[in-house]
């Protein structure tokens, strides 16, 4: 300090070479940067419009620096401030840690506390000193529990320092528990790093762990953010994931349970809470990787705009609102890796299980984990034998505390819902496309086993030698899958089966009731869905059969008619149709390209229904509620030259009908809705002549 003070009280003195007097006498003079030496600028006094400039005049009105070597030999070194309290004069500003026995103890009492490296030559801690008043308790303890007669003189002065500058701040703090209230200025109080919070997040009760806490500003005024983790499922790894929970500012006190979030310790039915958490997070361990269930709740998605709230894909008419409530009652297919393969803008990003509260979660290992846990092997190779294997492949199992903060949520898709491209209204004269794949989020404890129906096959009204070798093929299309391939290795191990006829005779029927005796996942969807424009028909053709045969599901194209006449059967092989069995259902058939039938493993043709095939449609649909038809009944409702799909839209008119009338189902009301269609259909043939 003193050498730089006489560097810039000395005038610099300035060296000149030899003068050379010819021509005028002119003196040359030294080169520039030369002179090796420092030479000091000091700021000037502003003038009157605040400006200022460099001088090279020493300041006349600066003071020693307070810090020195003297000052270095304390244990704590404390920097005053005038204090506006009203209670006290002076009150501490920052306090710097000095000693290497305190920064010892520091590191035991403050272990993983966000922000404090007591490590540091220079450790500096600022009022309000959150983290001295969260681990009061741990300082407390340590100084009883010191052993070493110097360590704990040390720690005795940083109690007594500390505790009279805090002593306010720990009565407060210790009254706003007694009386299980808090203000918003003091929220910082009760919210310790490495707390268990309590939040209901969409009706959802959840569990997550505090990082740290901090006062921002929002578009909604003042907020105190809790940054927190929870485990969660990245279709890999389990891990830790971000969330951030805002308190909003609001004036007096309030109770601590009505907080948006608010530690689970205060819970007023603490073991019951932490028991349905702790047993939701087991079924949440338990539906990680690749699973086939039923869902009946609200699922969440994301729009084109946000998230949405829904059963059915619609965006609210004339509006841009970002969340619809609705309900699913579908099945769903949960796959987290589905979805961050078809979700690459939204993927889910975890830290690792074991990180500690001061740490951020920025995902960077996961590709370590998945070469540990992998090793040679490649993800690929997994997916290549169906995304359930990815379930299988973890080894890791979840503690107590850690299924204590699983996630209340697990991602997948919902079958029933499903939308692979959306025609969204544009302004004006303009309208626009918007791919869309359809991931959503369900509740866990929404999820449920699937009812199957054991009759569905059963009920099928088909030739019984066509129904055997339907199934014969599939079931064994699943059973030796990979036993028969092309010259071409993972070429030839699909199967497509074609069925024609008019409609309403069983095409769809028969996909349906081949899924559901496979327990497999039916995917169904039509030319519509993959969109007119031909540049999004392979982008989407191409996600659907990979995501079918992954999920080991049985694909139906209805309308194939449309799609061949676009699309190439060569383009069914070529795009990803590993191991699936795909139908394809069309009304024309002579419509289809001659050279796609050397490409269909099973093409078969459905007539019009027959008398008997009419009365077993009939019996199929009578049988799943009460009635009081007659065999004469039935008899005389076969010889009505409808298919499948008339004769139950006639049915669920009559229920409605009957039930109108609070009646049972009988072969009145459907002769009443008969009657009606009759006089449609004269009408329309006489339109026709």
């Known amino acids: 300090m003193a050498r730089t003070k006489n560097i810039a009280r000395t005038s610099t003195t300035t060296t000149t070479a030899n003068a050379d007097c010819s021509g005028g006498g002119h003196i040359s003079s030294g080169k520039v940067g030369m002179i090796s030496d420092v030479k000091n600028l000091y700021k000037g006094k502003p003038d009157s419009r605040g400006r200022s400039t460099w001088v090279d005049q020493y300041p006349d009105d600066l003071e020693e620096a307070a810090e020195n070597a003297e000052t270095a030999r304390y244990a704590l070194l404390i920097r005053n401030k005038k204090s506006y309290d009203g209670r006290k004069k002076l009150e501490m500003d920052s306090v710097i840690m000095q000693s290497p026995l305190l920064k010892k103890a520091l590191g035991r009492i403050l272990h993983d506390y966000p922000g404090v490296t007591t490590s540091l030559d220079r450790l500096t801690f600022k009022a309000p000193f959150k983290s001295l008043v969260h681990g009061w308790a741990n300082l407390v303890s340590a100084l009883e529990e010191e052993k070493d007669i110097e360590a704990k003189a040390h720690l005795d002065l940083l109690h007594r320092t500390m505790e009279e500058e805090l002593q306010d701040d720990l009565k407060a703090r210790e009254d706003y528990i007694l009386n299980r209230v808090i203000t918003w200025n003091t929220c910082w109080m009760i919210f310790e790093p490495g707390t268990i919070v309590f939040t209901a997040d969409d009706k959802e009760d959840r569990a997550l762990r505090l990082k740290s806490g901090s006062y921002i500003s929002t578009q909604c005024g003042p907020a105190f953010a809790l940054d927190c983790d929870y485990v969660d499922w990245d279709g890999e790894h389990f891990g830790l994931g971000d969330s951030c929970n805002l308190i909003h500012e609001f004036v007096g006190t309030k109770p601590i349970t009505k907080l948006t979030a608010f530690p689970l310790k205060y819970h007023e039915n603490l073991a019951e809470v932490k028991k349905t958490l702790t047993e939701r997070g087991e079924r949440f361990e338990a539906l990680s990787g690749y699973r086939y269930k039923h869902y009946q709740g609200v699922a969440v998605g994301q729009g084109a705009w946000g998230p ?16 619809q409530q609705q309900q699913v009652d579908s099945r769903i297919i949960l796959d987290t890796y589905a979805w961050n393969r078809f979700n690459p803008n939204r993927q889910v990003s975890l830290g690792p299980l074991n990180q500690a509260v001061g740490q951020d979660n920025d995902g960077d290992d996961a590709e370590d984990r998945s070469e540990d846990e992998y090793g040679d092997a490649s993800l690929d190779a997994l997916l290549a034998q169906g995304t359930h294997q990815l379930g299988q492949a973890r080894s890791q199992s979840l503690t107590k505390d850690q299924l204590l903060l699983c996630s209340a949520t697990l991602k ?111 995917y169904m969807m039509s030319a519509g869905d993959l969109g007119l424009d031909s540049s999004n028909v392979e982008s989407s053709l191409s996600n659907v059969l990979e995501m079918s045969t992954k999920w080991n599901a049985v694909l139906l194209l209805d309308e194939a008619d449309v799609f061949l006449e676009q699309r190439s059967a060569h383009d069914l092989e070529r795009n990803k149709l590993v191991s699936s069995i795909l139908f394809l259902t069309t009304n024309r058939v002579d419509n289809i390209d001659p050279a796609f039938q050397s490409r269909i493993h099973i093409p078969m043709h459905y007539n019009d229904l027959s008398v008997s095939s009419r009365r077993h449609v009939w019996c199929n649909f009578l049988a799943a509620g009460a009635h009081g038809f007659s065999r004469e009944d039935l008899d005389r409702l076969a010889a009505y030259a409808m298919n499948g799909r008339e004769i139950k839209n006639v049915l669920k008119t009559a229920r409605l009908l009957a039930g109108r009338k609070k009646e049972v189902l009988a072969v009145e009301h459907v002769e009443s809705v008969l009657a009606v269609e009759k006089r449609r259909f004269d009408a329309k043939r006489k339109f026709e002549a």
């Not at 949405?308 to 970002?322: D, E, F, G, I």
């Open 308 to 323: 949405v709230k829904y059963n059915v894909w619609r965006l609210p008419a004339r509006s841009r609102s970002l969340t």
């Open 412 to 522: 997948g898709y919902s079958l029933k819902n499903k939308k692979w491209r959306q025609y969204l209204p544009g302004f004006g004269n303009r309208s626009f496309h918007v791919n869309i794949v359809f991931a959503l989020t369900f509740s866990i404890c929404s999820v449920g086993e699937i009812k199957w129906n054991d009759s569905a096959f059963e009920s099928l009204v088909l030739p019984s030698d066509h129904k055997e070798l339907i199934l014969a093929l599939t079931e064994s299309q699943v059973a030796n899958k990979d036993s028969f391939d092309d010259v071409i290795h993972g070429k030839g191990r699909g199967m497509i089966m074609l069925l024609s006829g008019p409609p309403g005779v069983g095409k769809t029927l028969t996909a349906e009731s081949v899924a559901e005796n496979m327990r497999a996942p039916l």
